[in-house]
């Protein structure tokens, strides 16, 4: 499918509103939401069932071009094979005219999505983590979401509602002032709404074509560089020399001893076993709703502390230089999982590149993954063979300087910026990468996919299927030390 290009000038970007929706609102929420789930777990049966087929005859001797053919998965054929379904089918035949045509499309778009992702994994086409055939979604664990498209989709000119099809009108928690501003502008356009249940609450997220308004930052001409840790979230040392910190809150820790408790009452009552089928107690539901209000107040505050830190960094420097962490390699560690869980160094790499481009159309500098920003003198440029992660000070042997180890690093990571060009923070003004040499020959690489694997009888994903090759995946080009996002 044709990927969405917006006009020039423009940029898309989501709006999300938390909803208060009525007890019927909710149920119909609720409902387009299973609705979906079920579109695409009869995809997914539709679709492996000609695999299964194809493997049996198989087993009987039946020859190549008698077997049975492929199902597409293309969202068309999807769509047709439903529509022509769902008339006759049990299983949706009694109730799929109460949901909007949109619940379904969002299920079935789901699983063309999957399908084509498994297909280009198993063809080495598809970077990272190899990934399996789809399978179907259960109720207890499916995450509760569907996308509107088409139809009535607007935010009310009170700013405190919104309307969506088949739904209604469902009043927003907060105000919607910082969207209808620009519809009534007439420099933004709703493309799509999505609504999902997270963190206990209703929220409905707007995709928009908005106008582009670029925002000069403060300091167009400094570079800083960002040395994110456990103990301090963040150290950043920009070109002029000046070093801040951030403390790390800690939200997930301040808040152990509340589920430590709301854990124990939760163990205390009864319940569900899917072994026995035994339900859960409305004691227990009550005492679960509880601990998972603790869980939510800790990702809301963790999110809110992150988006206030990267929204003044992108605001104030021209160049932001950071590095490229191994977050799941780090979360590996026993000893520290918990703490670089609870600091979110992915979502500060993530937040800094969207704000970075689309806000203030400023440089983000990724450092490479194995630059040793911690064991280089920031004085000299001298390089240590080992920094243990319990020294907690460098002291330089050829110069001398005796610096914090976080401190040293920052400013390690600010030098990098003087191999681009500093930023301005004005449109228009891109920038090249340079390529620099690897500090002390750096050269390792780290494999795109695992090897490939020969399928096993008995597994329905492990059908070849027509358009695949059973070839093994090259590994990935080593990045230059300096990447420009």
Avoid at 6 to 13: A, C, H, L, M
Avoid at 245 to 251: D, E, I, K, Q, R
Avoid at 262 to 286: C, F, H, L, N, Y
Avoid at 383 to 390: F, I, N, Q, R, Y
Wanted: proline share 4%; hydrophobic share 35%.
């Amino acid at each position: 499918m044709k990927k969405f290009q917006p006009q020039p000038g423009f940029v898309v970007r989501a709006f999300r509103f938390a909803l208060d929706p009525n007890a019927s609102q909710e149920a119909a929420l609720r409902s387009h939401c299973g609705a979906a789930r079920a579109a695409y777990n009869w995809a997914v049966g539709w679709v492996t069932a000609s695999w299964w087929q194809r493997r049996a005859e198989e087993t009987y001797g039946v020859p190549e071009e008698s077997l049975t053919e492929w199902r597409p998965w293309s969202l068309p054929s999807l769509r047709k094979a439903f529509n022509a379904a769902k008339h006759t089918d049990p299983r949706f035949a009694p109730w799929w005219e109460e949901n909007s045509k949109e619940a379904y499309n969002t299920g079935l778009a789901n699983a063309s999505a999957a399908f084509d992702n498994y297909a280009k994994s198993k063809n080495g086409k598809r970077r990272g983590k190899r990934m399996g055939a789809p399978r179907f979604k259960p109720k207890r664990k499916a995450h509760l979401a569907c996308r509107f498209t088409t139809g009535t989709i607007r935010v009310d000119t009170d700013g405190r509602h919104v309307t969506l099809p088949r739904l209604g009108t469902i009043r927003t928690h907060e105000p919607t002032s910082s969207l209808l501003a620009r519809i009534q502008a007439q420099t933004a356009r709703i493309l799509s709404a999505t609504v999902r249940h997270e963190r206990g609450r209703w929220l409905a997220s707007f995709q928009v074509e908005v106008k582009r308004d670029l925002e000069r930052v403060a300091r167009p001409d400094v570079a800083v560089g960002i040395d994110l840790g456990v103990k301090t979230l963040a150290v950043m040392a920009d070109s002029t020399g000046e070093i801040r910190t951030v403390a790390n809150l800690g939200h997930y820790d301040a808040a152990r001893k509340q589920l430590r408790r709301a854990s124990r009452i939760v163990s205390r009552r009864q319940g569900p076993d899917r072994r026995t089928g035994r339900k859960p107690s409305r004691r227990w539901e009550k005492a679960n709703a509880q601990r998972n209000k603790v869980h939510h107040r800790v990702a809301n505050l963790r999110e809110d502390a992150l988006h206030k830190l990267t929204t003044s960094v992108a605001a104030e420097y021209g160049t932001v230089v950071v590095e490229d962490l191994n977050v799941a390699g780090m979360v590996k560690n026993r000893r520290l999982a918990r703490r670089i869980a609870d600091a979110g160094f992915g979502e500060i790499r993530r937040q800094l590149t969207c704000k970075t481009r689309q806000r203030h159309a400023t440089r983000l500098v990724v450092a490479d993954r194995w630059y040793p920003s911690s064991k280089t003198c920031s004085g000299c440029g001298a390089v240590k063979a080992k920094l243990p992660l319990h020294v907690r000070t460098y002291e330089c042997d050829a110069c001398g300087l005796v610096i914090d180890r976080d401190d040293n690093a920052a400013l390690n990571l600010a030098a990098l910026a003087a191999a681009c060009t500093t930023g301005t923070g004005v449109a228009g003004d891109q920038d090249t990468t340079v390529v620099v040499s690897k500090p002390r020959g750096a050269d390792r690489k780290t494999r795109a996919t695992r090897p490939r694997r020969k399928a096993k009888a008995g597994r329905a994903g492990g059908a070849t299927l027509p358009h695949q090759r059973q070839t093994e995946a090259r590994d990935r080009t080593q990045a230059e030390a300096l990447t420009l996002w």
